[in-house]
């Protein structure tokens, strides 16, 4: 059965960095997309980062462009999100996902697995 198990999250002062990492079970992600997505209390998931199996397209979100690295280790099955200069707006639970799929699919809802999410937050 699918599981992926985020770890990393934190409280970071503005500025700071924080690295997520994304442990995933029985998911080769050299054949399926990982992404990170991000919630707050009162508001939809929204989409962070992608990076797809296929040719490794990575994808960013405009807020996180510039300040964000998504990458995997292949060996290790875990994909990272090294986050930098946060901003207390990067203040959400953070979720790893697949959609079960070699690309990074546009509509959440194609999504199928989530992890549990991990906490992060940046004080001003």
């Known amino acids: 059965q699918v599981r992926l198990v985020e770890s990393g999250g934190g409280l970071v002062q503005s500025g700071g960095s924080l690295r997520l990492s994304c442990r995933a079970f029985e998911l080769a992600l050299d054949y399926y997309s990982v992404g990170w997505f991000r919630q707050v209390p009162g508001k939809e998931r929204e989409a962070v980062s992608c990076i797809s199996s296929s040719e490794g397209i990575l994808y960013y979100d405009d807020s996180v462009k510039g300040r964000f690295t998504i990458s995997k280790d292949d060996a290790k099955n875990t994909v990272y999100l090294q986050m930098d200069s946060l901003k207390p707006e990067d203040t959400a639970v953070y979720y790893c996902?697949?959609?079960?799929?070699?690309?990074?699919?546009?509509?959440?809802?194609?999504?199928?697995?989530w992890g549990q999410g991990t906490q992060v937050t940046v004080s001003s």
């Open positions: 996902g697949t959609p079960y799929d070699h690309y990074c699919l546009d509509e959440k809802d194609d999504w199928l697995y």
